[in-house]
């Protein structure tokens, strides 16, 4: 138990996130932690255990565009687990085709800049919540989207506000 590694991704229910989680679930002694808004879609989870049978996967509702969420989240980790190896922060946008799914853009600019004035973002919050209980030699691993790409947006106003530099820290 001392020698599990303790990893967390955040947006693992579907995308690049449950990849991620696919993969490292291939890895004996380390334990995955799949940290979803929505718990009641991390239903995967039944495919990933038995896929990967020896896999040690449990899932633990985080919303980062919500204080709240990120402060019980921690809390959970805290006493569940003690320690995280490494932090894969995934949460994002939804990108469908050129278009994006306009609920999931409103809750990734919650995420992003809750104010759109460019305040602390739910993943800078998560990420320094998470300092402390990172081991000595613990990593923090940001996952880039398609939103790198917001040149190709058609819509002006987007295109402005996910092309501001202030949006990042």
């Known amino acids: 138990e001392q020698n599990t590694k303790t990893i967390i991704v955040t947006g693992s229910n579907k995308g690049v996130g449950y990849g991620v989680v696919d993969t490292l679930s291939q890895k004996p002694g380390w334990r995955i932690i799949m940290a979803c808004r929505n718990v009641e879609l991390a239903s995967k989870l039944l495919e990933l255990i038995a896929k990967h049978p020896q896999a040690l996967i449990e899932v633990e509702q985080l919303d980062v565009s919500s204080s709240e969420s990120i402060k019980k989240f921690i809390t959970t980790v805290a006493d569940k687990y003690k320690h995280v190896d490494v932090l894969v922060n995934n949460a994002g946008i939804a990108w469908k085709g ?72």
């Not at 919540?129 to 996952?143: Q, R, S, T």
């Open 98 to 169: 050129d278009t994006f799914n306009p609920e999931v853009v409103q809750t990734t600019f919650a995420t992003v800049c809750p104010s759109h004035n460019v305040e602390p973002d739910g993943t800078i919050e998560l990420s320094e919540a998470v300092i402390p209980l990172l081991n000595d030699h613990g990593k923090i691993i940001n996952v880039g989207s398609m939103i790198g790409k917001y040149h190709l947006l058609k819509n002006e106003e987007w295109k402005a506000k996910f092309s501001n530099p202030a949006i990042t820290k």
